[in-house]
């Protein structure tokens, strides 16, 4: 029993959750922590890499409900544990009280993580979707992103369940063990577009932005952090059952995945609110992990997992400091603030490392995930592929960059300085252990394959192998993590010396201190970079073409033609009972015919 | 053609449901429809009553215990005692519902009956 | 215990509702009865599971009028009891009784109509308690007594009597060709009948039963009954008389032995009732007729289900949907408001409890685990993937998606804080509300409990020998040498 224990923790969280319901609000912040608490306490009393428990749940032999453990169950869940972590810590902090739901939605993914058979994933899948819906309506605004969220949300939960029901019917066995190739070629088709869905793939992604910037600050971190892996897990699962790497099947989600990272990252450089850019970054860069993960090949899918502890990581990180300011400014957008890193550094040191992992550059663990993925698109010889990617990635520095200089340099413009203060404690606190992982990542990135390799070999892929823990080896080269950090920090320093000592007094300059074009600027002339950046970007060739093909008239379309059939369904309900009699009488003659009267 | 009252009584019952409905389906005032749901259900009760033999059968009152054939069936009778009691109140109900309607409204029409639709 | 009691009590009681009502004041008089109901039902329930009580009033077996208490009358009589008593003891509906005797009377009487439906095993005492039931939930529909009430209640009148013409015409051809109107001897005997009757047959008695059942396109005269009754009643309709209705649909076919096609038939309009009804609730403004449309489309949903050979599914979608639709509807009357849906913002602010009771309802409507809608829902689209493939199911999801835009908005409306209406729960009025609220959650969780009584109830109305040898006693089997004797 005692090596069980660990598989129910899900169970526990969501315990947790409806008992937070019942507690007050002080009490209730506490369970995020407690739960993590409980999970890691479990964990390390019996480590168990593999289990399974099994229970009798609807009296029927082959919908037995299933929990296992295995590596790559746990590396998710592990992600899930460090979101909660951090957001355990920092909602101490804030005036928030969406806690008790924040526990039913990562107990819904850990025993959709934990699942051994379909009905437990949707049963886990289902939980997480209405729990992480429940918080979306305690904005005070409108409520109609809750709305878009769960129902396409159930779009996806419908396709998945059709799915489950394709194998299960076909396998008379929801066991994930027992599904055949065969059957996995009618049902994960199906499961496929719930997964993506969730993931916020394009063209499923409408529901994304809404929805984050709808959610309470800390929450969306958790959603993005967390809840978006779930789409990812699934991906992976779904590649296990159904070796698609060689279909067009894989082809076309490699694509959907690499045109997701592309076409989001524009619309990141043109978003003018702070929650707003993360989002559509956070969709482009689970668009980077589908498409490693849809490659199939060892490295493809070692570099989506790799990407996804990155952006799990790095996600909530950022989502973390920005509620953080938000809270203490109560600004929303990049022109309304600007000028906060003097009095708020700590969040320009947290938010400047979140950005260069971001962006892949050395020295900081994104690197080592990019590298892997590039490596595995050249490896397959998606060169068109690879060339998008890059681009996207490239790309993303314009809105990286937004995201230091719009809320920390330059002049504030709505914020008050002399008010301002550092985020909170809770919040600080809560950042270390991002930071600290970032930094751990980036110098010993191979170390992460000691999780990976065993993931590699459970889904029947071969392992890389790596020699020692900073050094990390493809096909194509190596590099060394801890070696490129030790040059940069020496670098660092070394300029910072020099800086210093060349440094002459600094003095303060008004905002309207500058010439513009000739001109002298007046007070309403909005100066501010995070001002209409990227608001020209539609004039580039294509760019332009494809920003304008959204989604949303597809999904206006589906909405008025919807609403033409419930006009038309009510039309037949005219309330007329003359035309209730004729229907009647008609009825009552096809049942004669159908049940053989005219013979 | 022998067209004895056995012959006729089904058709004709028969007749009275369809003409019933039929006038249910046409008519629009809400008392010639009540008319027809009545003489429709006449009609069906005229059917229980045709399929009972009643033309060479006996009274069913077993006089002689011996005799146990020839007798009317008795529970068609019964039935429709049934029947008709359950349609005089149904009649009862939709006329008094129809002049309490027709007080508030001042229409007897069906088609018009249309405060609640869609 | 006689299952007799379960229609003498209430009929009994109607009887006397004056001077009882005297005893039992404030209109508590049919909740009362409804509890004694349930309690009754709930002690039975144990043995019935074991062996079915088969009572016959008047004469032997073949003859005579014969009550069946098998264990799905007992476990339906003991559900719509409980749900009833929630609507029964809404505010709403004991003003009605408080103020006229006649109403408690009319309430009395349609719970023994419905009682007598689940109980009969004669033809032609459906036929009778099914017009118990109608005719006193004609009357009910009339108790507000206002020009939409009137309406809705002549609109059901007229539906209800097409649907008691044909029934009777049925009735009489089984008659004719069979001697006999005991649904256990007819199942026997039903396969002698002549292709030509047996087709009148049929399609006049499926053709009552749609109407009763409310599907499509036999049921367009529901929502505006709902709508005019109000939203107590109308709770009390779709918890109570639509699973009787339901019940007797079940029961009926499956021992008439129908054709394929006739069964093909009732899944094809089942979900077409479904695809229907959520539209027509998609845009409705009107809470109850919203919530009316919502309850068609699940008796469509049931009933695809329960002829696509979910048999067991459907008695667990039968509860939860009793179960779901009386504590909303319970809501919008303790609302106490017009029905329309804007009235309902921001009522899970003034009241959590009701607030979340109603979330965790709609939610289970929608099919989420871990709540009971989950496991009904998801047993019966396995069994239309069997049976029928998988368009049926991606059709079942597609309205639900249907069902969960507009169900959404409404939870997105009680959450929802600036409140335009004033109006204050007793709280003393929601406590009831607990009880949905247990057996939506505790079947979600643990369905295999509910599930283990629904195989037995299933069993029971599927397995027509047992039916036969329970009713008729084990050597009565009607052979066909017997079929003209007797009567004739």
Avoid: C
């Amino acid at each position: 029993m005692n090596d069980t224990l660990f598989i129910l923790t899900p169970l526990f969280f969501v315990a947790l959750g409806v008992l937070g319901l019942f507690t007050p609000k002080s009490i209730g912040k506490l369970f995020p922590l407690i739960g993590v608490a409980l999970a890691i306490g479990l964990f390390a009393y019996t480590p168990a890499y593999t289990g399974m428990i099994s229970f009798d749940w609807i009296g029927i032999p082959s919908m037995e409900l299933t929990a296992i453990i295995s590596p790559i169950r746990l590396i998710f869940f592990a992600m899930l544990l460090l979101t909660l972590f951090v957001y355990g810590l920092a909602t101490l902090n804030s005036k928030s009280n969406e806690e008790p739901f924040t526990m039913i939605a990562a107990g819904g993914m850990g025993i959709a993580l934990f699942s051994g058979d379909l009905i437990t994933l949707f049963i886990g899948w289902e939980i997480m979707t209405w729990g992480s819906y429940i918080p979306l309506l305690f904005r005070k605004k409108d409520h109609k992103a809750a709305r878009r969220y769960l129902v396409f949300s159930l779009f996806g939960a419908a396709t998945l369940l059709t799915g489950i029901i394709l194998i299960g019917s076909h396998e008379n066995s929801f066991l994930i063990s027992s599904i055949t190739r065969e059957s996995a070629a009618l049902g994960v088709p199906f499961m496929l577009i719930g997964f993506l869905l969730k993931s916020g793939t394009m063209p499923f992604h409408r529901w994304v932005p809404s929805a984050y910037s709808e959610s309470p600050d800390l929450f969306t971190g958790f959603m993005s952090a967390a809840l978006s892996k779930a789409g990812v897990f699934g991906l992976i699962l779904a590649i296990t059952l159904l070796p698609i790497s060689e279909t067009l099947f894989a082809t076309i989600i490699a694509w959907l995945g690499t045109l997701t990272s592309l076409f989001a990252t524009f619309r990141a450089i043109r978003e003018e609110e702070i929650k707003g850019l993360l989002t559509w970054s956070s969709i482009s860069q689970v668009g980077y992990i589908v498409t490693a993960v849809a490659l199939g090949s060892s490295l493809g899918v070692a570099g989506g997992i790799f990407h996804a502890v990155n952006h799990t990581i790095i996600k909530i990180l950022l989502f973390t400091v920005v509620a953080g300011i938000i809270a203490r400014t109560g600004k929303t957008r990049f022109d309304q603030m600007g000028g906060l890193i003097y009095k708020m550094p700590f969040s320009f040191i947290a938010v400047l490392m979140g950005i260069i992992a971001l962006a892949g550059m050395p020295p900081l663990g994104g690197f080592a995930s990019k590298w892997l993925i590039y490596s595995a698109l050249i490896e397959k010889g998606d060169v068109l592929q690879l060339v998008v990617v890059i681009a996207a990635s490239t790309t993303a520095f314009l809105y990286n960059f937004k995201l230091i200089y719009g809320i920390f340099l330059g002049h504030p413009t709505e914020v008050d300085l002399s008010t301002a203060k550092e985020i909170g404690w809770g919040y600080r606190l809560a950042l270390v252990v991002p930071l600290g992982l970032l930094m751990a990542i980036g110098m010993f990135p191979s170390a992460l394959f000691t999780v990976i390799n065993p993931i590699l070999t459970e889904i029947g892929l071969e392992p890389i192998l790596q020699g020692s823990y900073a050094i990390i080896t493809t096909s194509l080269g190596s590099y060394n993590g801890l070696f490129v950090m030790e040059t940069f920090g020496g670098a660092f320093a070394i300029i910072l010396a020099l800086f210093s000592l060349v440094k002459s007094k600094s003095r303060d300059l008004n905002r309207l201190d500058i010439a513009y074009a000739g001109e002298t600027p007046t007070e309403k002339m909005p100066l501010h970079y995070g001002f209409a950046v990227g608001r020209e970007i539609h004039r580039i060739l294509f760019v332009g073409y494809w920003l304008k093909k959204s989604t949303t008239h597809f999904y206006n379309w589906v909405h008025s033609i919807t609403n033409q059939f419930a006009s038309l369904a009510r039309l037949i309900y005219n309330g007329n009972m003359a035309f209730f009699f004729g229907v009647a009488f008609a009825v009552a003659l096809l049942l004669w015919i159908i049940a053989g009267g005219n013979a | 053609m022998n067209l004895s009252l056995e012959t006729v009584l089904p058709a004709f019952s028969l007749m009275l449901i369809l003409l019933g409905l039929w006038g249910v389906a046409t008519r629009k005032n809400l008392i010639k429809i009540f008319i027809s749901l009545s003489i429709a259900e006449t009609g069906v009760n005229l059917l229980y009553i045709s399929m009972t033999g009643f033309v060479h059968g006996k009274v069913p009152i077993l006089a002689d215990p011996t005799v146990t054939s020839g007798y009317v069936d008795p529970l068609p009778h019964a039935m429709i005692l049934t029947s008709i009691v359950i349609g005089t109140a149904v009649t009862a109900l939709g006329l008094a519902l129809t002049a309490r309607y027709h007080e508030r409204t001042g229409t007897l029409n069906v088609t018009k009956m249309k405060e609640l639709k869609n | 215990m006689h299952p007799v009691l379960f229609i003498a009590v209430p009929l009994l009681a109607a009887f006397l509702a004056g001077p009882l009502s005297q005893i039992a004041r404030k209109g508590w008089l049919p909740s009362i009865i409804l509890v004694i109901a349930a309690i009754a039902a709930g002690s039975m329930l144990p043995s019935v599971l074991v062996q079915p009580i088969n009572e016959t009033v008047v004469i032997a077996a073949p003859l005579g009028i014969n009550l069946y208490a098998g264990p799905a009358a007992i476990l339906l009589i003991l559900v719509t009891s409980i749900f009833g008593i929630l609507l029964t003891g809404s505010k709403e509906l004991r003003d009605h009784f408080e103020k006229s005797t006649p109403s408690t009377v009319l309430a009395l009487l349609h719970f023994a109509g419905i009682f007598g439906i689940f109980l009969s095993g004669d033809l032609f005492n459906i036929f009778v308690f099914l017009e118990i039931a109608a005719l006193s939930a004609y009357a009910m529909t009339a108790f507000s007594d206002t020009t939409a009430s009137l309406e809705g209640a002549i609109k059901y009148l007229l539906a209800g009597s097409i649907a008691s013409i044909f029934l009777l015409i049925g009735i009489a051809v089984i008659y004719l060709h069979t001697g006999t109107l005991n649904l256990a001897e007819l199942s026997s005997t039903m396969p002698m009948v002549p292709a030509a009757a047996k087709a009148v047959i049929i399609s006049a008695i499926l053709l009552a039963l749609a109407i009763e059942t409310e599907l499509f396109p036999l049921n367009l005269w529901v929502p505006d009954v709902y709508e005019g009754s109000g939203s107590a009643l109308s709770g009390l309709f779709s918890a109570m008389t639509i699973k009787a209705t339901l019940y007797l649909l079940f029961r009926v076919i499956t021992l008439f032995g129908v054709d394929q096609s006739i069964i093909d038939l009732l899944i094809g309009a089942g979900l077409l009732t479904m695809i229907v009804g959520e539209l027509g609730a998609l845009r409705q403004t009107n809470a109850v007729r919203m919530l009316a449309y919502s309850s068609v489309a699940q008796a469509g949903l049931i009933v695809a289900g329960f002829f696509a050979g979910a048999h067991s599914a459907a008695i667990v979608a039968m509860i939860a949907h009793s179960a779901v639709k009386a504590g909303l509807f319970l809501i919008i009357a303790l609302a106490g408001l017009s029905g329309s849906v804007a009235s309902l913002t921001g009522i899970g602010l003034k009241n959590k409890f009701v607030g979340v009771t109603a979330t965790v309802l709609i939610l289970s409507l929608l099919g989420l685990p871990p709540f009971i809608g989950f496991a009904g829902k998801l047993l019966i689209l396995q069994g239309l993937n069997s049976s029928v493939g998988i368009g049926a199911v991606i059709l079942v999801l597609v309205a639900s998606l249907v069902e969960a835009w507009y169900l959404l908005k409404l939870v997105s409306l009680i959450w929802k804080t600036e409140s335009t209406v004033e109006f204050s729960f007793k709280p003393i009025h929601t406590v009831i509300l607990i009880l949905p609220l247990i057996l939506v959650i505790a079947g979600g969780v643990y369905p295999k409990a509910i599930l283990s009584l629904t195989d037995k109830v299933a069993n029971d109305l599927v397995d027509i020998q047992s039916y036969r040898t329970n009713v008729l006693g084990g050597s009565a089997t009607i052979e066909s040498t017997d079929l003209n004797g007797g009567t004739q």
